[in-house]
Antibody
Framework: EVQLVQSGAEVKKPGESLKISCKGS????????IGWVRQMPGKGLEWMGI????????RYSPSFQGQVTISADKSISTAYLQWSSLKASDTAMYYC???????????WGQGTLVTVSS | DIQMTQSPSSVSASVGDRVTITCRAS??????LAWYQQKPGKAPKLLIY???SLQSGVPSRFSGSGSGTDFTLTISSLQPEDFATYYC?????????FGGGTKVEIK
């Protein structure tokens, strides 16, 4: 069974750094792109970027380029999303998802809620 | 970027109703369109890909159609578990943006 399990909710202060994770199982982790999607409170889905764990090839949406870093450790089948300096506007639910052919996400993690507040 | 516009933003319907949601792309995307369902507090779920292909395990009351710039998601007979928000996503060019969502509410 394909599963993506994300790390737990985080509460941080502005300016702090953060790295959240997404562990894949039940499939060949290095053979599928993993993407990240942001959902701000009460809002829609925003495509952030994707990584191919096989060779760490990474693509970012222009809206998120330079704002976050996506990485992966294929030895432990885990993808990451990180911030070097959080802002209150980063408060959101973040989902990881597996990309099937055609930039479509077929399996999703349960989401990680990130709250940034002073 | 290719912008995706969904309409309506919300719709009220009753169990058993036929519901149609529209998604329009700012430029042609062939059949590179997907539909997702999201229930409150849950991750999105893939329903349709390639405009009209039903994802495995999705009930046949869901169907998708369209190509180019105009697409529709149809629920042939609305069930209680279908009350949710639906998103389209273009998969033709980078970045593969989502539409703004359509909330299907109980009438």
């Amino acid at each position: 069974e394909v599963q993506l399990v994300q790390s737990g909710a985080e509460v941080k202060k502005p300016g702090e750094s953060l790295k959240i994770s997404c562990k894949g199982s039940g499939y060949s982790f290095t053979s599928y792109w993993i993407g990240w999607v942001r959902q701000m409170p009460g809002k829609g889905l925003e495509w952030m970027g994707i990584i191919y764990p096989g060779d760490s090839d990474t693509r970012y949406s222009p809206s998120f380029q330079g704002q976050v870093t996506i990485s992966a450790d294929k030895s432990i089948s885990t993808a990451y999303l990180q911030w070097s300096s959080l802002k209150a506007s980063d408060t959101a639910m973040y989902y990881c998802a597996r990309r099937q052919t055609g930039d479509v996400f077929d399996y999703w993690g349960q989401g990680t809620l990130v709250t940034v507040s002073s | 970027d290719i912008q995706m516009t969904q309409s309506p933003s919300s719709v009220s319907a009753s169990v058993g109703d036929r519901v149609t949601i529209t998604c329009r792309a700012s430029q042609g995307i062939s059949s590179w369109l997907a539909w997702y369902q999201q229930k409150p507090g849950k991750a999105p779920k893939l329903l349709i890909y390639a405009a009209s292909s039903l994802q495995s395990g999705v009930p046949s009351r869901f169907s998708g159609s369209g190509s180019g710039t105009d697409f529709t998601l149809t629920i042939s007979s609305l069930q209680p578990e279908d009350f949710a928000t639906y998103y389209c996503q273009q998969a033709n060019s980078f970045p593969p943006l989502f539409g703004g969502g359509t909330k299907v509410e109980i009438k």
